[in-house]
């Protein structure tokens, strides 16, 4: 069951809401004002499982390069 990221296009409260399937999409409303306008963002964490049970959130850096700004994610137990 996934977590989803919202923001209500009504009052702009940024709220967070686990849904069991993509199809219960359609019927968030913003909680704070109960408007069914919110608009899905685009979540940059994740929870990763490790090996020994637990789990670790990767991080992401961010920089400039040559076409601008540039952003790596790096993966707990991942090496380049």
Do not use: W
């Amino acid at each position: 069951m996934p977590i989803y990221e919202f923001v209500c296009q009504d009052c702009e409260h940024e709220f967070e809401t686990l849904l069991k399937s993509r199809d219960e999409v359609s019927g968030v409303r913003c909680p704070q004002c109960q408007s069914p306008r919110v608009k899905r963002l685009m979540s940059a964490t994740a929870a990763i499982i490790t090996d020994g049970g637990g789990s670790a959130k990767p991080t992401v850096e961010t920089h400039k390069c040559e076409s601008g700004t540039c952003s790596h994610l790096n993966l707990p137990g991942y090496s380049r």
